[in-house]
């Protein structure tokens, strides 16, 4: 199946840093998803780009759609303790529904 | 509106020994996933139904691992017989028809392999 690489692998911030994690794809995206997934439990959906381009906010947290859209990006802004987890993209295409490798997210109080 | 019900939460079995997972998921989603996922690792899609028929089982091993969604409802996966490396989460999802439709996860079933 197909694969979504994401990077970085880990990443290490201090409180009120800010974080961006990185989703590519060799072959063109029908949509992007991205989860958040706390330590110990499991995916929790946070929003879908579907255009070219487009770009969505949900408070701290921007989400990019390249305009190829091989690529997406989740940048989060001043980052919390609440922050951390493991954030991965997807791709659902109806017949397949493939998660990214993940970032993992650590938040230095 | 209820989550997707999965169990048990955590198993522990010998290897070659045989274990069952339940899911039941939201009601009237029609699109049921498994997923593994190793520690560290991204949930890795086993197999996909829409309703009782089978989407997408490339990557399922089929040599040890089956699954079945009758009444297109509820599902169930086996393996059989557990190997080492077959330690994981299993989680269960759902979602609506559809490819921009998002997944809901169960609580996953945590396999340790002895």
């Known amino acids: 199946g197909q694969q979504v690489m994401q990077i970085p692998q880990y990443q290490h911030v201090q409180e009120g840093e800010d974080f961006t994690t990185y989703c590519n794809s060799s072959?063109?995206?029908?949509?992007i998803q991205w989860y958040k997934q706390r330590p110990g439990g499991h995916p929790v959906f946070l929003i879908q780009?579907?255009?070219?381009?487009e770009v969505k906010k949900q408070k701290r947290l921007t989400f990019q759609f390249g305009e190829a859209k091989k690529n997406s990006s989740l940048h989060i802004t001043a980052t919390q303790t609440t922050d951390v987890g493991t954030y991965f993209c997807?791709?659902?295409?109806?017949?397949?529904?493939?998660f990214g490798t993940g970032t993992s997210l650590t938040v230095i109080p | 509106e209820a989550g997707v019900a999965q169990s048990p939460r955590y198993k522990i079995i010998e290897k070659r020994q045989s274990v069952a997972f339940w899911c039941n998921p939201i009601?009237?989603?029609?699109?049921l996933y498994w997923y593994q996922q190793i520690l560290g690792q991204g949930p890795k899609l086993l197999i996909q139904?829409?309703?009782?028929?089978?989407?997408?089982d490339s990557q399922l091993p089929k040599d040890r691992f089956s699954a079945e969604r009758l009444k297109g409802v509820d599902s169930t996966l086996k393996i059989q017989p557990a190997k080492l490396e077959d330690s994981a989460v299993y989680l269960c999802?759902?979602?609506?028809?559809?490819?921009?439709?998002?997944?809901?996860f169960g609580q996953g079933t945590r396999l340790t392999v002895v």
């Open positions: 999802a759902s979602s609506l028809s559809g490819r921009h439709t998002e997944a809901f």
């Open positions: 072959t063109t995206l029908s949509n």
């Open positions: 780009l579907v255009k070219s381009g």
């Open positions: 997807a791709e659902n295409t109806g017949n397949q529904f493939y």
């Open positions: 009601s009237g989603h029609a699109t």
């Open positions: 139904f829409q309703n009782n028929g089978v989407v997408d």
